[in-house]
């Protein structure tokens, strides 16, 4: 086993393997900690601890019982998809949670334009997009009115942030095995528009530039009986709080 995130938190007696590419297991402890393994690409099942309930992480007094869930073959795993994002066909980084466009300036309008590789979803004005597989579904899109789904659920949602239009859909879009899933434009140059992936600004997008959205790789994450349901609402994430 070995142990990332905040190793202050668990039980002294737990004992690591001698490093991570040796351990069997990965103890993810903070969301920031999960989010760091699917940008890494870990490989290595990971049992997720206060890292939020979309990927159904466990309470830090239950690590010692889920650990003997796991080393008694009472977990199942669940693969996770990792959001590879490009920018004019240039990569600017990975999600595991969610991909957002936002204007850089809260509650300044930009325009945007999605599509999938076989359907135009919309073309709207709105302060961003928000783009969330079923594990990040759970956290801000859900404060703009997405559904949560189960992470078992091979698809993501796409909300728009403040839209505009009073009567704008929110869109649910399947994910393909490992291929495209949505492109995105910013079609509107008055507002700067800036890029998120899970907890990072990666920086502007400039405007009628394709953002693509792909399915590149899947992050193996653990669920045992001391799981709780990815329905039950836990302590929100700093990224839940995004300004619209």
Known sequence: ?????????????????????????????GESALLDLARDGCSTPILPVEAGSGVRSIPVDAVESALQSVRAEESTTIELPILGVDVGGERRGWALMDVMLVTSEAAHISEFALETPT??????????????????????????GAPVFAPEVEAAAVVPVAAFATALDHWVVTLPDSDLLVEARVTREEAAVSLLLDDRDTGTVPPFT???????????VLTVPQSPSCFQRSERSPRDSRQQ
């Open 210 to 220: 394709d953002v693509t959205v792909t399915v590149t790789e899947s992050l193996p």
């Open 119 to 144: 359907d135009e979803i919309d073309a709207f004005r709105a302060d961003g997009v928000v783009v969330a597989t079923a594990a990040g579904t759970s956290g801000y899109a859900s404060r703009l």
């Open 1 to 29: 086993m070995w142990v990332v995130g905040d190793t202050t938190a668990l039980p002294s007696k737990i004992e690591q393997a001698p490093d991570r590419e040796t351990a069997d297991i990965v103890v993810a402890v």
